[in-house]
């Protein structure tokens, strides 16, 4: 199976393929608030135009998305923070790499192309660090244990709006090879 990725540092023009594969890995959500694909365009119009954005699609060999990560720089102070409450100042003390989405369409799930998409996202960035949010309930756990098995680990708890889980704050270095 061959997956082409492609980096993209703006939102202009993979709008439509992004928000097309958000809602194939997202469909059995779609009917919550917080997952409505309404809502996630949104918020990608808002994180599209933060400092150090940045995305990654995965597209299958007839050219469908098929996977993508992207997020932006969060410096101290920031909103992605003030939600957490109290974290450790030498994680929000210089630049940190949000990861705001990653998701991969039901049929790529266990190929290692998340991790893949994920590596590509970190690469070339100059954040010490990444930090991400996860529903602790999602596949019943699994998620966040992959993650873990990914190098992060986690620092706290975020509820980013009234319609969204709480979720699970995790950070890793970037430049962790695990």
Not at 28 to 46: D, T
Not at 129 to 137: C, F, H, I, Q
């Given at each position: 199976m061959t997956?082409?990725l492609r980096h993209?540092?703006?939102?202009h023009?993979i709008?439509?393929?992004?928000?097309a594969a958000?809602?194939?890995?997202?469909?059995?959500?779609?009917?919550l608030?917080?997952?409505a694909?309404?809502?996630?365009?949104?918020?990608?119009?808002?994180?599209g135009?933060?400092p150090?954005?940045?995305?990654v699609?995965?597209?299958?060999?007839?050219?469908?998305?098929?996977?993508?990560?992207?997020?932006?720089?969060v410096?101290?102070?920031?909103?992605?923070?003030r939600?957490?409450?109290?974290?450790?100042?030498a994680f929000?003390g210089?630049?940190?790499?949000?990861?705001?989405?990653?998701?991969?369409?039901?049929?790529?799930?266990?190929?290692?192309?998340?991790?893949?998409?994920?590596?590509?996202?970190?690469?070339?960035r100059?954040?010490?660090?990444?930090?991400?949010m996860?529903?602790?309930?999602a596949?019943?756990?699994?998620?966040?244990?992959?993650?873990e098995?990914?190098?992060?680990?986690?620092i706290?708890?975020?509820?980013?709006?009234p319609?969204?889980?709480?979720?699970?704050?995790?950070?890793?270095p970037i430049?962790?090879?695990?």
């Amino acid at each position: 199976m061959t997956i082409r990725l492609r980096h993209c540092m703006s939102a202009h023009g993979i709008t439509t393929p992004l928000i097309a594969a958000y809602a194939k890995v997202r469909e059995p959500l779609l009917h919550l608030p917080n997952y409505a694909v309404s809502a996630f365009a949104e918020r990608l119009e808002r994180h599209g135009g933060e400092p150090g954005f940045e995305v990654v699609l995965a597209f299958d060999a007839e050219g469908r998305t098929v996977g993508y990560a992207y997020g932006n720089t969060v410096e101290s102070g920031d909103r992605w923070w003030r939600r957490m409450g109290d974290v450790d100042p030498a994680f929000t003390g210089g630049p940190t790499l949000a990861l705001k989405e990653i998701g991969v369409t039901v049929p790529h799930r266990g190929t290692g192309l998340a991790r893949r998409i994920h590596d590509a996202l970190l690469a070339g960035r100059s954040e010490a660090y990444v930090s991400l949010m996860v529903n602790a309930s999602a596949g019943d756990g699994k998620v966040q244990r992959v993650y873990e098995t990914w190098g992060y680990e986690a620092i706290g708890t975020s509820r980013p709006s009234p319609e969204s889980p709480v979720l699970t704050a995790m950070i890793r270095p970037i430049g962790t090879g695990t």
